[in-house]
């Protein structure tokens, strides 16, 4: 019995290991959050484990949070210095975001697996038809709108990102640059909020998963630690290798076969959870 568990307890490493690689190697590639790569792949790892299914959705959204915590403050740090980073909307939007994503994450913990799963599914769908299809968007206005709408904004990227498991790249770069920001400024500006999610969204997922049964070993409420210290150095190390390959291949088809991947996957998870 304790070789299984040890085996167990390999194979379950190894997995996350992996994640943190191939995450590391799409956001390179891709310039994407890692969140939008480790929530589905943690998820099959987990099936692949046989992580009681009631859980394992959960377990993946709050370790991807976690590790934002260390890849967000990063992030959000080197873009800060280089002045990509709007701290003027954010002193005005903070507090909405942050809302937003308490909200989000006291619905998240309290709905199924299943639930979790399709919000997930269909907004992955969503983000891999605006990456196919976002050339041919133009701006809807020169500017954010003012009171309330920008506020609702803020609420709904915290409530949905958090819920995903993801930081404020995924969908606040899109959100912003519909509202004509200069794209540097935005993919900065989104680092930051990636902070503001992750804070309050790590802390209520290990508060929700506290005392839930069925988690992976090691886990404090539904943040994997085993996960968290794998994933965060594997990511880092494997990252440059993910530039270096997108300097050899054409980057646009490359986003074209990641927003076909993504797609597939929301439209598999949604199958998954309604079939």
Do not use: C, Q
């Amino acid at each position: 019995m304790e070789d299984l568990s040890l085996l167990y307890l390999g194979l379950l490493a190894a997995a996350l290991l992996a994640t943190g690689l191939v995450a590391g190697i799409i956001a390179g590639l891709l310039g994407v959050g890692g969140g939008i790569v480790i929530v589905p792949v943690l998820y099959y790892m987990f099936i692949a484990l046989k992580i009681d299914p009631s859980v394992l959705m959960h377990v993946a959204v709050g370790t991807s949070l976690a590790t934002i915590l260390a890849t967000g403050t990063s992030s959000a740090r080197a873009h800060y210095l280089r002045g990509s980073v709007d701290m003027d909307l954010l002193k005005r939007w903070w507090w909405a975001i942050a809302i937003g994503v308490v909200a989000g994450a006291i619905l998240a913990g309290n709905i199924s697996g299943g639930a979790l799963t399709l919000v997930f599914g269909f907004v992955a769908l969503a983000v891999s038809l605006n990456m196919m299809f976002r050339k041919n968007v133009p701006a809807v206005a020169e500017a954010l709108p003012g009171t309330p709408l920008k506020e609702i904004l803020g609420f709904l990227i915290g409530g949905i990102s958090v819920m995903m498991g993801i930081g404020g790249g995924t969908l606040g770069v899109p959100t912003l640059t519909l509202f004509n920001y200069p794209i540097r400024k935005a993919v900065g500006t989104a680092a930051a909020i990636g902070l503001i999610i992750a804070v309050p969204g790590t802390l209520l997922s290990i508060y929700f998963g506290w005392d839930v049964e069925g988690r992976p070993p090691f886990s404090l409420g539904y943040v994997n630690l085993v996960g968290f210290f794998l994933i965060i150095p594997a990511s880092i190390l494997s990252a440059p290798l993910g530039a270096k390959i997108a300097h050899a291949i054409d980057p646009s088809k490359l986003k074209l076969v990641f927003a076909l991947f993504l797609g597939f996957t929301g439209l598999r998870m949604i199958y998954g959870v309604m079939a």
